[in-house]
Nanobody, 125 residues
Framework: QVQLVESGGGSVQAGGSLRLSCVAS????????MGWFRQGPGKEREFVTG????????NYADSVKGRFTISRDNAKNTVYLQMNSLKPEDTAVYYC??????????????????WGQGTQVTVST
């Protein structure tokens, strides 16, 4: 069983930055691929970024490349999402997710086994 708790969301103006954190319980964190997804109003949940268990591999959606950075600290059971140059279209609930069964960074939500409760990010003009 894995529990994920996100924090760090909030409201910022366009061009601003936020750093999201996701703390995981359980002893398997260091072996899990982790991902960040988001769901905007009236939209489907979409892949934002993911990171391999050892942190050496990452993958980003084209819409966030060059602006967002994912990282992890396995000693702290935490994965981070640094978001810079935020745009109004980044407004969404952001979720972290754990994939216990694959070393591949899946972009499809269905492949992830555990999810956090989400944290709201609102970017205003």
């Amino acid at each position: 069983q894995v529990q994920l708790v996100e924090s760090g969301g909030g409201s910022v103006q366009a061009g601003g930055s936020l750093r999201l954190s996701c703390v995981a319980s359980g002893r398997t964190f260091s072996t899990n691929t982790m991902g960040w997804f988001r769901q905007g109003p009236g939209k489907e949940r979409e892949f934002v970024t993911g990171i391999s268990s050892n942190g050496r591999s990452t993958n980003y959606a084209d819409s966030v490349k060059g602006r967002f950075t994912i990282s992890r600290d396995n000693a702290k059971n935490t994965v981070y999402l640094q978001m810079n140059s935020l745009k109004p279209e980044d407004t969404a609930v952001y979720y972290c997710a754990a994939d216990l069964n694959s070393a591949y960074i899946d972009t499809v939500p269905a492949y992830y086994d555990y999810w956090g409760q989400g944290t709201q990010v609102t970017v205003s003009t």
